[in-house]
């Protein structure tokens, strides 16, 4: 059993998909132990509340970062945390938790890295240079952490066509074309991060390295390998048939109370 801790910072919709897909069933092998949320705000609390999932506020404002991930990996080892995912985790990752975690912690970026991926671009912003750079094609990615900033071995991604209507509506109705769009590619991430979390469980990805050259220089990269053998993936899209359903429903939900309001 892979012991998941899961660290963020605000909305928690990430999150809340996770543990839809504990609750149904979906998982195997995978326990989502533990929630640690720096904001006493996040909305990421209400859904932990209620959820049998321990969930703790630390606090990262009256610490320097030493003592703030000390603290996060204190709790994460009193869980015993194998995994740990970051979902809207709004701070930098030091060297220290890095190297504790090193391949065991991932993280999820609302654009098909290495495309707007670059530092103090959160989710609404990544969309917003997505739209405003007039990208035909987005998406999403989960990669495992490295020290730098979005920055790390790419584990999934996928791809999110931009609509000509997102694109017309964003001269005029700039933030409802972004929400269109961050909406969109929220549906692939809440499948995408679960899928990830089992393929760790299931010991199917492994980090390599690259290494490239020519006449003046060797490069070394890191790069994930997956391991699909045995129809892993027809078996997976096949347990999580029960997710999408339930995310269907919501969404319909979601659309219709929007058009009430
Ligand atoms: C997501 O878009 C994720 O890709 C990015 O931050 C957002 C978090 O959303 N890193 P939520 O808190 O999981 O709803």
């Not at 069933?25 to 049998?52: C, H, M, Q």
């Not at 701070?91 to 065991?104: M, P, T």
């Not at 899928?195 to 060797?218: C, F, M, N, P, W």
Request: hydrophobic share 40%; charged share 30%.
């Amino acid at each position: 059993m892979v012991n998941v801790g899961i660290l963020a910072s605000g909305r928690g919709s990430n999150f809340e998909a996770m543990l839809q897909h504990q609750k149904l069933g979906i998982f195997a092998g995978v326990n989502l132990s533990v929630l640690i949320y720096n904001n006493p705000e996040a909305r990421v609390k209400d859904t932990a509340t209620g959820s049998g999932i321990a969930s703790y506020f630390v606090d990262h404002s009256d610490k320097d970062r030493t003592d703030f991930e000390r603290q996060l990996a204190t709790i994460l080892d009193s869980h015993d945390v194998q995994l740990v995912c970051l979902a809207g985790w709004d701070r930098v990752i030091g060297s220290e938790l890095f190297q504790k975690y090193r391949w065991r912690m991932m993280n999820i970026h609302p654009a098909l890295l290495p495309s707007f991926g670059w530092k103090g671009l959160n989710a609404r912003y990544v969309h917003e240079a997505a739209l405003e750079y007039g990208v035909k094609l987005t998406g999403c990615t989960v990669f495992f952490v490295d020290v730098s900033v979005e920055k790390g071995p790419i584990i999934l991604q996928h791809p999110v066509r931009v609509l000509e209507s997102e694109r017309e509506m964003f001269a005029v109705r700039r933030e409802k074309a972004i929400q269109s769009l961050s909406e969109r590619v929220l549906i692939h991430e809440h499948r995408m991060y679960p899928k990830a979390i089992q393929l760790y469980a299931d010991k199917r990805l492994g980090v390599g390295e690259i290494t490239t050259h020519d006449e003046r220089s060797i490069r070394t990269s890191k790069a994930v390998a997956i391991d699909l053998s045995d129809d892993w993936e027809t078996k997976w899209k096949e347990r999580q048939r029960a997710f999408i359903e339930w995310q269907r429903k919501q969404w319909t939900e979601r659309k219709k109370t929007m058009n009430e309001e």
